[in-house]
């Protein structure tokens, strides 16, 4: 059976204090989420895109997932669930384990200051194997972007009670300072961070579990033309030659945009039914064309 973990995005949209002094400068994190200068950035946001991200890490690896505290990856109209409720159907929903995603912060929260760090909270009573899950996630997690390691601490937090929630282990893993204005801008205000963090954790998770941690597949993030990097020509050549028709010679995997690939890529389009409409040359596979690629899609 599936080891089953919860992943909790602490607080909620609109939770009271639970987010940065006024940014200095605009920032734009993705199309979604756009910062102006002055405005203040709301923790909860930034928990839910780790969470969005650990889950698809986790899933990918094997694991049963639930989640608590969001229900998708919009980040804007989440409740503040109360914690006895967030313990209630972690509990119900018999899950091995809990991690919950938050953002640190230290002060009055109106100005930055110099705390700084990421950290691991256990409960100081009713821990179970937490301290254990909690070293191995914090060892991947500070062996990433360089921070202060502020360690494990034992304290009597709701979301690391392992017998209210009928788990093995369960942290709350604090991931930078809010309150620092470097850790707030470049790394809080940092969608690639959130999925770096959501890799070491989820590399924590299997180690501690002794589930093998299975890579993300690689799909290239530009058009593939004949003057992308080799790397990317190369997987496009990789997956035509399992998907076009076997009647069609393969491809030379040598990262070189040539002829040949050319007409693969259009023979490909044809397959899809791509091809009637299309005046191209067969010189630049777009998005629809990676995702499909990706997929090993033949219709």
């Known amino acids: 059976m599936a080891i089953k973990i919860n992943i909790d995005a602490g607080h909620g949209s609109n939770t009271a ?3 940065t002094p006024p940014m200095p400068k605009d920032i734009k994190i993705n199309d979604k ?4 200068k002055g405005e203040q950035f709301r923790e909860h946001y930034a928990n839910v895109g780790v969470c969005y991200y650990l889950e ?15 229900d998708d990856n919009n980040a804007f ?16 929903a018999n899950c091995d384990y809990s991690v919950s995603i938050h953002f640190n912060a230290y002060g009055d929260g109106k100005t930055f200051n110099s705390a700084e760090g990421v ?20 060892k991947h997690l500070t062996g990433g972007t360089k921070q202060k390691n502020r360690g494990i601490t ?5 979301m690391c009670n392992c017998n209210n929630m009928d788990v093995k282990a369960a942290i709350l893993v604090e991931l930078a300072f809010m309150t620092n204005l470097r850790e707030a801008t470049e790394l809080m205000a940092n969608e690639a961070y959130w999925k770096e963090c959501a890799q070491e954790i989820a590399r924590g998770v299997c180690e501690f579990t002794g589930i093998k941690y299975v890579q993300e597949e690689y799909i290239p993030s530009k058009a593939i033309t004949p003057d992308s990097p080799k790397q990317d020509i190369v997987w496009a050549q990789e ?12 491809l030379a995997v040598d990262g070189v945009y040539g002829p040949k690939t ?36 033949k219709k």
């Open 119 to 138: 950290g691991i909270y256990i409960h100081d009573k009713y821990a179970g194997q937490s301290r254990k899950l909690a070293e191995v996630v914090l």
């Open 239 to 250: 997956r035509l030659n399992k998907v076009l028709p076997d009647w069609m010679p393969r």
């Open 262 to 297: 050319r007409i693969a890529v259009l023979v490909y389009w044809d397959m899809l039914g791509w091809g009637k409409d299309m005046a191209d040359d067969g010189k630049k596979m777009g998005k629809a064309t990676r995702q499909a690629l990706s997929e090993y899609r």
């Open 33 to 36: 989420l756009i910062i102006k």
């Open 77 to 92: 109209d989440d409740p503040d669930t109360p914690l006895s409720d967030r313990q209630r159907a972690i509990a119900l």
């Open 17 to 19: 204090g639970k987010r």
């Open 154 to 158: 034992a304290q009597s937090l709701a």
């Open 56 to 70: 698809q890490e986790l899933q990918r690896c094997g694991f049963k997932t639930m989640r608590t505290g969001w």
